[in-house]
């Protein structure tokens, strides 16, 4: 099945073989997924129960675009990734 065939292509094969440049660039200015993220960053900062006026790491160890680490540094929190 051909990447562009497939409403998902998480099952059209992997990830390095279809997020090319141009498909990463849509990704990350897709505002529906930025929202996601968005989200997604928050609650993890929910349940790690960070806490104000005490140092703040995060090692983000994902291969994603690095939008949960533009919202962990807009709660001025240190976001180290490999």
Not at 11 to 40: C, F, V
């Amino acid at each position: 099945m051909a990447a562009s065939s497939c409403s998902r292509p998480e099952l059209a094969g992997s990830a390095d073989t279809y997020y090319d440049a141009k498909e990463s660039k849509k990704y990350t200015g897709n505002s529906r997924i930025i929202h996601i993220q968005t989200q997604m960053a928050e609650r993890c900062l929910e349940l790690l129960a960070v806490k104000e006026n005490e140092p703040k790491f995060i090692l983000d160890i994902g291969c994603g675009s690095g939008l949960s680490g533009g919202e962990y540094s807009a709660h001025v929190i240190r976001a180290v990734a490999p």
